[in-house]
């Protein structure tokens, strides 16, 4: 299957990471390995990896990391440049077929999970989580805040029923060129993000919002872009 985002990708590059929302990988992977109770030797999987800064990471803590993205660039990227333990093929998160093989999982910055809602697929990608995850496995997932987008976002275009934001918007790559590219997001109310848990097999342990860089167990609130969950495989 193909993705609008594939050619957005091989044009960013390693462009990509000079984004700012991308400088807080330290602190969110501190998080999270406290958050889920990540010890090394644990393994998880990293869906919608991109050039796989938090799978680099984690693998620094003696993690082993297994990252999947559908865009062939950010997979290269991810391997030149991988520690030992860490991972990645090029692999559409619809279409992942690992059985119980991770200790974890996590789904950040809009990777996979938020990119496949207008076709209807976030539940696909979730269900695939779950089917990845060993029983009590943990998830860490995060998500555009629909609240957020309709309270800040001046002249957002946001579609009510699909609940997709549409960006028109300008991507650089590694020389500074820039392309005219269309961003479809999919943005979410923790009630939502509860139900599609459910329907999926996943306990939900908290949602909290989080902005980049900056994840804590803040309760959920109409002001902050995006939603941290946090929950289980039952």
Known sequence: MSHWFEPLAEHMGSAYLRY????????????IVEALGLTPGMRVLD???GPGRHAHALAGRGIAVHGIDISKRFVELATEQAPPGATFERLDARAMRFETEFDAAICLCQGAFGLMTADGQDLAVLQGIVRALRPGGRLALSAFSSYFVLKHWNGADFDADSGVNHERTQVLDEAGVAIEADLWTGCYTPRELRLLCAAAGLGVDRISSVEPGAYGFAEPDLDTPEYLLLATRI
């Open 20 to 31: 700012s929302f991308t400088k807080g990988t330290d602190q969110e992977v501190g998080f």
């Open 47 to 49: 869906v919608g990896c």
